[in-house]
């Protein structure tokens, strides 16, 4: 759905500065921009994890990771641990260091950064040296800072990323998501991958290109967390934590067959900054930029884990998280704490629903056969099943997609102007048309909320 005004304002043409006192004008090509950030970025891989020749027509890059003789046994055997218990129990107990458990880590990710253009930004040296703190304090005190002392962690690549004229303007401060992990004793390594505007379903951009599925480099990962599904996928990560709006943590979940959970808004602490602000100073302009995702007044993303374990998940969600009792911090987090004891075997028996096809999203035949499997099993063991009711989805997509395109695609056309750079194929970026002033955006706020109360 390209905008077609921000089509034809970012087209692939240079962008040109004002011409000021008789001075040749300065033109700004977006492609040398992305090309000089993106080729800075193999200098940062480790020099012994270097893969020097990428053998011609390589699928399984996970295969390729275990046999290419890279990692030592060891490094290949922590990295294949995928519950998180398991390595937190060996750092605590002091069998295991935190900095070896973050180099193992590290050095198969920068493999799979090789092979499937999973990350972004890669501080491989900062979290070796945040390891290595941890393992003092923990010689020096007996006691972890928190739940995931010394745990790798990696972080999808949000917000100010995926545009070209936003390269080398970081936020300013971390996100309230990152600052507690940090709390909790988190080492963060890297960050992943996305497309353009985060909202679509692959991960693709001009800086960072394209990223792909580790187990068929032919596939993509996904989006909009599609670097931190190919990495969680990869084994690069233990933890991973992306964001949601329309699937972007569930599709690259489902692409690499991960445990994940997009979160019901305010469980898990989201406090981003509304505004992204941007600013490129040059000999003849400063520009400066605001970029606010008004959609979000309506349909508020959400932060969520991918692991390879389910007991990582609940780990990450019961034991870490919601321990430090975030709602005292952010004032959108519900005062609920796990509730383990729904998860306690029911006292009468399951009623399940199903879904085969509601008229928006049908099933590939594979998919929906395994479906079929599992119904009619559960139903041979005495569990009841109900077919969903799923008359109000269509008007549920409809108000999405009219929240979601509220801004009219502005903060898009906003971003492309920048440096010139085009809008990407594909992506649900608003027109004009779709603009929505704040009566109206509370107007479909209302729908939504009747539409579900009759859920």
Same mark, same amino acid.
Request: proline letters at 6%; glycine letters at 8%; hydrophobic letters at 35%.
């Given at each position: 759905? *390209?905008?077609?005004m921000?089509?034809?304002?970012?087209?692939?043409?240079?962008?040109? !500065?004002?011409?000021?006192?008789?001075?040749?004008?300065?033109v700004?090509?977006?492609?040398?921009?992305?090309?000089?950030?993106?080729a800075?970025?193999?200098?940062?891989?480790?020099?012994?994890?270097?893969?020097?020749?990428i053998?011609?027509?390589?699928?399984?890059?996970?295969?390729?990771?275990?046999?290419?003789?890279?990692?030592?046994?060891?490094?290949?055997?922590?990295? !294949?641990?995928?519950?998180?218990?398991?390595?937190?129990?060996?750092?605590?107990?002091?069998?295991?260091?935190?900095?070896?458990?973050?180099?193992?880590?590290?050095?198969?990710?920068?493999?799979?950064?090789q092979?499937?253009?999973?990350?972004?930004?890669?501080?491989?040296?900062?979290?070796?040296?945040?390891?290595?703190?941890?393992?003092?304090?923990?010689?020096?005190?007996?006691?972890?800072?928190?739940?995931?002392?010394g745990?790798?962690?990696?972080?999808?690549?949000?917000?100010?990323?995926?545009?070209?004229?936003?390269?080398?303007?970081?936020?300013?401060?971390?996100?309230?998501?990152?600052?507690?992990?940090?709390?909790?004793?988190?080492?963060?390594?890297?960050?992943?991958?996305?497309?353009?505007?985060?909202?679509?379903?692959?991960?693709?951009?001009?800086v960072?290109?394209?990223?792909?599925?580790?187990?068929?480099?032919?596939?993509?990962?996904?989006?909009?967390?599609?670097?931190?599904?190919?990495?969680?996928?990869?084994?690069?990560?233990?933890?991973?934590m992306?964001?949601?709006?329309?699937?972007?943590? !569930?599709?690259?979940? /489902?692409?690499?067959?991960?445990?994940?959970? *997009?979160?019901?808004?305010?469980?898990?602490?989201?406090?981003?900054?509304?505004?992204?602000?941007?600013?490129?100073s040059?000999?003849?302009?400063?520009?400066?930029?605001?970029?606010r995702?008004?959609?979000?007044?309506?349909?508020?993303?959400?932060?969520?884990?991918?692991?390879?374990?389910?007991?990582?998940?609940?780990?990450?969600?019961?034991?870490?998280?919601?321990?430090?009792?975030?709602?005292?911090?952010?004032?959108?987090?519900?005062p609920?704490?796990?509730?383990?004891?729904?998860?306690?075997?029911?006292?009468?028996?399951?009623?399940?629903?199903?879904?085969?096809?509601?008229?928006?999203?049908?099933?590939?035949?594979?998919?929906?056969?395994?479906?079929?499997?599992?119904?009619?099993?559960?139903?041979?063991?005495?569990?009841?099943?109900?077919?969903?009711?799923?008359?109000?989805?269509?008007?549920?997509?409809?108000?999405?997609?009219?929240?979601?395109?509220?801004?009219?695609?502005?903060? /898009?056309?906003?971003?492309?102007?920048?440096?010139?750079?085009?809008?990407?194929?594909?992506?649900?970026?608003?027109?004009?048309?779709?603009?929505?002033?704040?009566?109206?955006?509370?107007?479909?706020?209302?729908?939504?909320?009747?539409?579900v109360?009759?859920?």
């Open positions: 759905m *390209c905008n077609e921000c089509a034809i304002q970012s087209s692939g043409k240079t962008l040109k !500065r004002k011409k000021e006192n008789n001075q040749i004008p300065t700004v090509d977006w492609r040398a921009i992305a090309q000089k950030k993106r800075a970025q193999p200098e940062l891989i480790p020099s012994e994890v270097r893969v020097k020749n053998p011609d027509g390589l699928v399984n890059a996970v295969e390729y990771v275990q046999s290419c003789g890279l990692l030592s046994d060891e490094e290949l055997q922590l990295t !294949r641990i995928t519950d998180a218990r398991v390595l937190l129990d060996k750092v605590v107990s002091g069998a295991l260091t935190s900095a070896k458990i973050a180099s193992a880590f590290i050095k198969r990710t920068a493999i799979l950064q092979l499937t253009g999973c990350c972004t930004e890669i501080f491989f040296d900062r979290a070796l040296e945040r390891a290595q703190i941890l393992d003092r304090h923990l010689a020096e005190t007996g006691k972890p800072i928190g739940p995931l002392h745990l790798p962690v990696s972080v999808k690549d949000g917000f100010d990323v995926g545009w070209v004229g936003l390269v080398d303007t970081p936020a300013p401060k971390n996100g309230r998501e990152l600052e507690v992990l940090l709390q909790l004793g988190a080492v963060i390594y890297c960050k992943t991958n996305i497309p353009q505007s985060l909202l679509m379903s692959d991960s693709y951009h001009h960072f290109g394209q990223s792909v599925n580790p187990f068929n480099r032919n596939l993509i990962s996904g989006g909009s967390s599609g670097g931190e599904g190919a990495l969680v996928g990869g084994r690069g990560s233990i933890l991973g992306g964001t949601d709006i329309g699937g972007s943590v !569930r599709i690259p979940a /489902c692409l690499q067959g991960l445990y994940r959970l *997009c979160p019901t808004i305010g469980r898990v602490p989201f406090l981003k900054s509304a505004e992204a602000c941007t600013r490129r040059s000999e003849t302009e400063q520009l400066s930029h605001t970029h995702r008004d959609q979000e007044y309506i349909v508020p993303p959400v932060a969520g884990p991918l692991t390879h374990n389910l007991s990582t998940l609940e780990y990450y969600l019961d034991d870490s998280h919601l321990s430090t009792s975030p709602w005292d911090v952010d004032p959108r987090a519900f609920i704490p796990w509730r383990k004891g729904l998860a306690e075997p029911p006292k009468k028996p399951l009623k399940l629903a199903y879904i085969f096809d509601d008229g928006v999203v049908k099933p590939q035949p594979p998919v929906a056969r395994i479906m079929r499997e599992v119904v009619e099993k559960l139903k041979a063991v005495g569990r009841e099943f109900i077919e969903w009711d799923t008359s109000l989805h269509k008007e549920g997509v409809r108000l999405w997609y009219e929240a979601v395109l509220a801004d009219g695609g502005k903060g /898009c056309r906003d971003n492309c102007a920048l440096i010139g750079e085009p809008l990407i194929q594909g992506m649900v970026v608003g027109e004009e048309k779709n603009f929505l002033d704040i009566p109206e955006r509370q107007k479909v706020r209302h729908h939504d909320q009747l539409s109360a009759k859920l």
